[in-house]
């Protein structure tokens, strides 16, 4: 077996390094002239990209929603799903989206293209900090999650306009230790009550055999697809609704909120293109939150974080490399072969994430600019695959395309859901009152955020009726705000 380009076993450092962060972890608004991710800069890919970014601002909203990632329009799907569902929220609902650059340009414009629930992975340490129930929140919120895009694509037709597999995903084991804790997991699942039949422990010729390389693995279920048009086909779906009056505003930065007190909306959301009045804000903003809410700077609140991703042709026809995704390394790495014409000729590219845990001290905690790639990691990443599967990759081979994205990191790895709340702030509460934030799935939102921003508008419409909001069984409690 070829010798591994990455560091193995660095968690633990990473864990460390959230205490000291550059530039006190703080984000800045989306910089300019992001690089070019295949999701987002294929021909024809983006037909919402420059979607209001011109003409009359609309001034006024029932809710303003600050960001047009998986988040933001979830919020607004779930929004034209639930008004009127003896909500007694006015029909239509004014939803007003902004985004400072073209339509989901932020991480779900630039991910791995996974739509995959983590399973029982890390039960035990959620078990140890949340208790039992918790942790089986934690793998039901993602079941939900994939569950909910699966039956909305297929109930729309979709599967196929947004390039939806459902190929499983391989975890590959390169350590011992991670043997270990894998069935640590399993097991503690298990004995919580967790259903796991749909998880296969392989050994290392079980995998050869299978997928090509000698490593010991788990094989789960999983999805990859083409987040951007998912987006899309939620964003059109919520448009045409007559639940909603829904406008889209892009490249156009929320700069400022500020409290209103002369009207019947709350807040005023200022841009350079004018202001938007509105009485609800949603904070979709992932890594980009702190520039908006200053208290969500540093480790115990949301951090930037860069990733970054190639695009590389294989060297071995679909048919050979299997439709699977893969996790390797704790996580750090992460790829899926595209879909082809024909498997059996065709050699797909692959979408490879990773590369972090190169940079060191910061494994690129607090940075904000995905205008940029980092050589090291990009070094990395062309070895990677190679040396993995060293007959179906081809050494030195270049990339088709490599981009970076902005993650939002939390010292938990879990998100933040529910009223803006700054705990150091007893006044808090009620100086930000109808602002909320769904943010900081720690690169793992895919499978969280659509579920966590269904919370959040459910949350917001039981507000505007002034009922109280009961939590769905499947959300982890430890990531709402306010409990
Ligand atoms: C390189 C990379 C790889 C990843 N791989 C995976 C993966 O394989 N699986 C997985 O589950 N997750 C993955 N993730 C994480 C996942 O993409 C995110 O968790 C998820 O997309 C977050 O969605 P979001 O809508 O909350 O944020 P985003 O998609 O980042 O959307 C936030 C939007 O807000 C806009 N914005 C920010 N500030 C403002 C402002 N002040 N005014 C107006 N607009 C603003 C931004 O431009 C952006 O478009 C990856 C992320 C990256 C970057």
């Not at 970014?53 to 809710?63: E, H, I, N, Q």
């Not at 991670?178 to 749909?198: Q, R, T, W």
């Not at 042709?313 to 439709?323: E, G, N, P, S, V």
């Not at 692959?350 to 940075?367: C, D, K, N, S, T």
Request: charged share 20%; with cysteine.
């Amino acid at each position: 077996m070829s010798v591994l380009p990455v560091p193995l076993g660095v968690a633990a450092d990473e864990q460390a390094a959230f205490s000291v962060l550059p530039n006190g972890g703080r984000a800045s608004l989306p910089v300019l002239g992001p690089t070019k991710s295949f999701w987002i800069n294929s021909p024809g890919a983006n037909p919402l990209a420059s979607e209001g970014s011109g003409g009359p601002l609309t001034s006024d909203a029932d809710v303003c929603i600050v960001g047009s990632g998986i988040t933001g329009v979830s919020a607004a799907y779930h929004f034209s799903q639930l008004v009127g569902e003896g909500t007694g929220a006015q029909k239509p609902l004014k939803v007003v989206i902004l985004e400072a650059r073209d339509f989901c340009s932020g991480a779900t414009g630039r991910n791995g293209g996974h739509l995959t629930p983590h399973s029982c992975f890390d039960f035990v340490k959620l078990e140890a900090t949340f208790g039992r129930d918790e942790a089986l929140r934690g793998m039901a919120i993602e079941e939900h999650t994939a569950r909910s895009i699966i039956d909305i694509l297929q109930r729309d037709g979709a599967e196929k306009a947004v390039d939806f597999v459902p190929g499983g995903r391989t975890i590959l084991l390169f350590t011992e230790d991670e043997v270990h804790a894998a069935k640590a997991d399993y097991d503690a699942a298990l004995a919580a009550g967790a259903d796991l039949s749909n998880v296969t422990f392989l050994t290392a010729e079980e995998t050869k055999a299978r997928y090509g390389t000698s490593y010991p693995a788990v094989h789960t279920p999983g999805n990859n697809l083409w987040p951007l048009k998912l987006v899309t086909h939620l964003f059109q779906h919520a448009q045409s609704s007559p639940n909603l009056n829904l406008t889209l505003h892009t490249r156009t930065p929320a700069t400022s909120i500020q409290p209103i007190s002369d009207s019947a909306r709350r807040w005023q959301v200022e841009t350079p293109r004018g202001s938007v009045s509105c009485t609800y804000v949603l904070h979709a903003s992932n890594g980009y939150s702190s520039a908006l809410l200053p208290h969500l700077r540093g480790p115990n609140g949301i951090v930037p974080t860069r990733g970054q991703i190639i695009a590389l042709k294989a060297d071995a026809t679909a048919a050979r490399l299997t439709t699977s995704g893969y996790i390797a390394n704790e996580g750090f790495e992460y790829w899926f072969p595209r879909p082809v014409e024909d498997p059996e000729k065709d050699a797909p590219l692959v979408i490879l994430g990773g590369g972090r845990e190169l940079v060191r001290p910061h494994f690129e905690f607090g940075e904000v600019d995905d205008s940029k790639i980092d050589p090291k990691v990009g070094e990395v990443l062309r070895k990677f695959l190679p040396s993995v599967f060293p007959e179906m990759y081809e050494e030195g081979r270049e990339p088709e395309m490599e981009w970076t994205g902005i993650m939002g990191f939390t010292k938990s790895g879990d998100p933040f859901v529910g009223p803006v709340i700054d705990s150091s702030d007893p006044e808090s509460a009620r100086a930000h009152k109808g602002q909320y934030i769904s943010a900081g799935y720690s690169g793992h939102g895919m499978p969280r955020a659509f579920a966590c921003a269904e919370a959040v508008a459910q949350m917001i419409l039981s507000d505007m009726e002034g009922k109280e909001w009961t939590p769905p069984e499947w959300l982890p409690r430890h990531y709402l705000t306010q409990r």
